[in-house]
């Protein structure tokens, strides 16, 4: 991380004057807050929880629907199939797309990969360079070093150049313009920061390399929390996971830019997918190209009412919802004796936020701290969030924050911090 450089003008999302959220309303709608009303579930950027739509459309599937999809002649599986094109449907308007132009896959893990192999084990030849954040999440950034082995197995050398994140947390947009080059293909990034919450400035990042190097983007901690908009973006493959925006789990989405597909082929091949016979492959082919196999069918149907969700509670509101908790844990959270906060919000002076900070205290371990907040029914993450090049500078207890948290959660979050740590 580059410390020296402070980055200029950070303006992290602020609260707009988005009609409020009725928080108890939407805590309504989620059945485990019934059940476990004492939880703090501060957790969100791992997994969020589930909807009773979601919930219902699981149970749907497996107590009266259960069968493959499209694959017969029988009237459910022709529901199956019809519903998973509903989901894509939903998915699509969720983030202004096509919906030829997205698959399902597992999760963002396999949406990240796919665009390695798919894309990169294609079109990538000796000396070009691929550039990744070692400070990103690993699923990010491991699929194009498990690429470079793969090609050099098939005697070519890709070159994998890093680029830095300051501080504060957003790129250090400086080792982008000293790392980009003529052999550059590719620049992974992250849309949001899943340690760190900060915005990564995508359009500057898209200025900075130029309209032919392609961008991955991982939207895994933005969809469902920022409006993300395929049109506006300008990038080329947009990977997330469908159980951080409220569906099952076990699912995920690769959305691939129209201007890449005739690029894009098959990583596995089988049931439903493409005929290998028919090269060159088309666009509109993608679906048959990325897709082999009985997907994961219940939670994919489950993406259209967690999307239904989303777009039903608008996505500026739950923006809006989680820039001010953000400020709030903020100013509660700062005058802690010993807090020392990771980069992000913590260090960035923003007025606002994606709903993620982290930060540790002088006078217990992270785990201990875990460990000490759940015996409380306070659910954060702790350690190193996945982070590709994490070593113990990079311990951090990370909260963050969903549609259904309230101030007076981080009230008392913060009560229990100072009772347990700082007081008697
Ligand atoms: C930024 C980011 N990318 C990728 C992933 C991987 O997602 P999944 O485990 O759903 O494949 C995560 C999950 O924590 C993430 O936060």
New binding site residues.
Partial sequence: MTSAVVAPLLVCAVPTETERIDVTAVRALFPIFQKRSSYLFFDN??TTQKPASVVESIQDYYGVNCSNAGRSSYRLSSQAALGIENSRRKVAELINARPEDLVFTS????S?NTVALAWGLNNLGDGDQVMVCFQD?K??VLPWLNLQRILRGLGKSIEIVPFEIHDVGDYDLRTIREGVSGRTRLIAM?HIH?VYGMDMEVKDIREIVGPDVAISL?A??SVGHIPVDTKALDVDFLSF?G??MFAGNGT?VLWVNERRQKEIAPVKVGGMGINLESTPWQTGELRELLEAGTPNIASILSMAPAAQFILDTGVERIASHLSGLTRYLYDKLKDLPGIEFGPGPGRCGCPGGYGIISFRVEEISVSDLGFLLDSEDILVRTGDH?VSKANSEDQYVRVSLQIYNTEAEIDTFVDVLNENLFEG
Wanted: negative net charge; contains cysteine.
């Fill in positions: 950027a791992s999760g963002a893990t396999e990240l999440h699923s990010a992250s899943h991982d895994s901690q996971s159980h951080k995920g996945c």
